[in-house]
């Protein structure tokens, strides 16, 4: 009698087994074409001179290292990855720090946390070209609602996005004020899941709040911390939309990003084997930069 019983479970999860295959076998088709084949065909581009209007006529030819060579070299390119990485650093510092200091705030409120949700999710919920031209509207040097409230008060104004001064900065609190709510999208989640009984037995030892923090809401969301600055890590290194609608990557290729240096010499100039390279050095710095995050939250 057991055998026939284990003999029907095992039939039952090898026929679960199956169905999972088949159900999950079209997304992983979908997947590999829509990622591995570009991937490889970009990685066999890079080697190649690839012009889109050369090549009308004539075959690519394989010329090795020479795209990648061409632009670790070129000053325009590494201004870009010092912009793009310098980019990255301050807007995932900051909204992972205001993201977390709102999702504490949420949590720790009675009542009306539904509607301060509401109001906070609202700048991650427009689109990305919506938030661009309100900022740009309201930063503009001529009519700009910024400058009228500065020149009222009798303070300086600005050119903000052509002014080498102010046009980065402008660009990471642009990308802050939209992104922060995604952060504290996901770490209000997290606190959610916090055992009150842990709090619980941390107040009956004498904790405080900056104690509680530190010893029982930090390690307990310290996943979700890490998955946060992962995904806001890639996200702001491929930074695009908002550098093309705002300053082009001006003043002087002072808010240039890697995206944004390759759409104007690699996809503007149809150079796809030079820009195939571009995207294949940003493929890598990301990769790297991920590892970093990866490995924090799996030790």
Not at 31 to 56: A, G, K, Q
Not at 223 to 245: E, P
Request: charged residues 10%; contains cysteine.
């Amino acid at each position: 009698m057991r055998k026939d019983y284990v003999a029907k479970l095992n039939t039952a999860k090898s026929g679960t087994k199956r169905f999972s295959v088949a159900m999950t076998s079209p997304t992983v088709l979908v997947l590999i074409v829509m990622t591995i084949y570009p991937l490889l065909f970009t990685l066999f581009y890079s080697f190649t001179d690839y012009n889109l209007l050369r090549n009308l006529r004539t075959p690519a030819k394989i010329i090795g290292l020479k795209n990648y060579t061409d632009l670790l070299s070129n000053a325009y390119f590494q201004q870009s990855i010092w912009n793009t990485v310098k980019f990255t650093l301050l807007a995932v510092i900051f909204e992972m720090l205001i993201g977390f200091l709102m999702a504490l705030l949420v949590n720790s409120i009675q009542r009306g946390q539904k509607t301060m949700r509401t109001l906070i999710l609202l700048p991650y919920l427009l689109p990305t070209v919506t938030v661009a031209l309100s900022w740009r509207m309201m930063l503009s040097p001529n009519y700009g609602i910024v400058n009228q409230v500065l020149e009222a008060l009798n303070l300086p104004v600005y050119n903000w996005f052509s002014d080498m001064h102010t046009a980065f900065g402008m660009l990471v609190l642009i990308d802050i004020w939209q992104s922060a709510p995604f952060v504290f999208l996901l770490l209000y989640a997290a606190l959610q899941a916090v055992p009150q009984t842990q709090y619980e037995a941390a107040r009956i030892d004498g904790a405080n709040a900056i104690q509680s923090l530190f010893y029982v809401t930090i390690p307990n969301i310290k996943n979700s911390l890490a998955l946060c600055a992962l995904l806001r890590t890639i996200d702001s290194f491929r930074l695009f939309d908002k550098v093309n609608l705002l300053t082009g990557g001006g003043p002087a290729n002072s808010t240039a990003t890697i995206t944004q240096y390759l759409y104007n010499y690699g996809i503007k100039s149809l150079d796809f084997g030079f820009g195939s390279a571009g995207a294949i050095v940003m493929t890598i710095l990301v990769l790297l930069l991920s590892s970093v995050y990866i490995k924090r939250a799996l030790s």
